[in-house]
């Protein structure tokens, strides 16, 4: 029997469901990434530059720990979601429990190597001796709450899966309006700087936490918390990891390739550089979020149609998703083209800054209309439990090909070569995608749908 969500997935319109899905998503990820661009702005006027790019040479550390969070998030996602269209609560039940133990070991585990180790890894992604301090401050409190945020992401994506957006759009606005609230006590009341701005983050990670967990717990959630479900089963962990590998691989690869690009910047371009990366990387977030919701939002779609055998609802929700999220971003490429300066002066008042930044973003985004495409794309792989094109598709940009051009075009036009690096990736994985892409809709084209 279908509970209310799951006859949702079966039976609303794609375009309306899609709607639903997205929005929230939208939402909680704008109020996300808003809470980032405040963050940044406290620090870049409070503390300073030199407090910006100790956020921006940290920032692939936060990448590879959130990363790990991931693997469990998008390969239990997609269980859940197929496993429910097929009318299997129990598996899903069992990714769910899996999921959590696996969320809490890893969270543990990056916690206890990241402060074991904090100078090693801050000297190790480029940190020097002026961003150093700022780093440290930042960083060492993150590492305390990494279990928060990485069980707290990773729970939220499991929710979308069943189809109640608004619930994992709620925990994010929860944790972003506290951790806001936060930073004006911490940061500007109270003149704590870095430590601040972390003991805020770490706080709101733990709010997003407790409430999903109330959520499973207390609420109307299709799934349960059920504690023999704790005990690993070796199908479900297979079928996590094998799905969940790719964005693995790509976010300890992405972290290495932000390492790589704040060393070569910081080479060409020095400390100020790397503070206009940071600011360009805020700002790419928060102009791509709709590309995010709205794969986000047609993942459960996807993956529910698929494991229901509704091939045709699938092929539906593909080409309308695609569709919308090539508009939008098509939108963030012109403005970020057209408007850079006045979103420089969003973070920060210097004027070099605001010039160094508005160059780069106009480079950086050259082909960003490319990413919608791209993003859709990926999460099409994952919801079908398309193992190997989940895994290319992810790997792509940043590994493949974003990795080795900022080894080589920095040779030949230096601060350029960096910047120009980003728009040459976005072109050659998009063909990848493509095609890789063609041949899932011509299987499921070919595949016989179900009635009901």
């Not at 940043?398 to 960096?418: A, E, K, N, S, Y």
Request: charged fraction near 15%; include cysteine.
């Amino acid at each position: 029997m279908f509970d209310k969500r799951q006859e949702m997935l079966a039976n609303e319109k794609i375009g309306r469901l899609l709607w639903k899905l997205s929005l929230p998503a939208a939402i909680g990820a704008a109020v996300m990434s808003l809470y980032q661009i405040v963050d940044t702005i406290f620090i870049g006027r409070v503390v300073g530059p030199l407090g910006v790019a100790g956020i921006a040479i940290i920032w692939p550390l936060q990448m590879l720990a959130m990363g790990t969070g991931q693997i469990i998030g998008i390969g239990g996602s997609s269980l859940v979601s197929r496993a429910l269209g097929a009318g299997d609560i129990k598996k899903a039940e069992r990714a769910l429990g899996n999921a959590i133990l696996y969320a809490v070991i890893i969270g543990v585990l990056v916690t206890i190597i990241g402060l074991v180790n904090l100078s090693f890894w801050l000297r190790l992604i480029g940190a020097d001796e002026t961003i150093f301090p700022y780093a440290k401050d930042y960083l060492g409190i993150i590492l305390i709450g990494m279990t928060f945020r990485i069980c707290g992401m990773g729970l939220s994506q499991l929710i979308r899966a069943e189809g109640n957006a608004r619930v994992a759009m709620t925990s994010m606005v929860i944790s972003s309006i506290l951790n806001i609230v936060l930073d004006a006590v911490f940061i500007v009341a109270l003149r704590m700087g870095m430590k601040g701005a972390a003991i805020a983050s770490v706080s709101s990670d733990a709010s997003a936490f407790i409430y999903i967990i109330h959520y499973y717990l207390f609420q109307n959630s299709s799934l349960k918390i059920r504690k023999e479900n704790f005990v690993p089963e070796r199908s479900v962990t297979k079928e996590i990891m094998a799905i969940g590998f790719g964005p693995l691989v790509t976010t300890i690869g992405g972290s290495l390739v932000i390492i790589i690009l704040n060393r070569t910047v910081i080479a060409y371009g020095g400390d100020l550089a790397v503070a206009a990366f940071g600011i360009v990387q805020r700002s790419m977030m928060f102009i791509t979020l709709p590309v995010m919701s709205i794969g986000q939002g047609v993942q459960p779609i996807l993956g529910f149609s698929y494991g229901a055998r509704r091939f045709d609802r699938t092929l539906h929700a593909i080409r309308l998703s695609v569709t919308v999220a090539t508009i939008f971003a098509v939108i963030a490429f012109l403005i970020i083209f057209f408007f850079p300066a006045p979103i420089m002066r969003i973070f920060t008042q210097d004027s070099e800054l605001i010039s160094v930044g508005a160059y780069a973003a106009r480079r950086i985004f050259f082909f960003v209309y490319l990413v919608g495409f791209q993003m859709v794309s990926q999460t099409v792989f994952q919801a079908l439990g398309q193992v190997v094109p989940t895994f290319l598709a992810t790997i792509a940009r940043q590994i493949l090909f974003l990795l080795p051009l900022i080894l080589i075009l920095p040779r030949f036009w230096q601060l350029d070569g960096v910047w120009l690096s980003v728009p040459v990736s976005d072109t050659l994985s998009f063909f990848l995608t493509l095609g890789l892409f063609i041949p899932q809709i011509r299987m499921l084209k070919k595949e016989p749908t179900d009635t009901e």
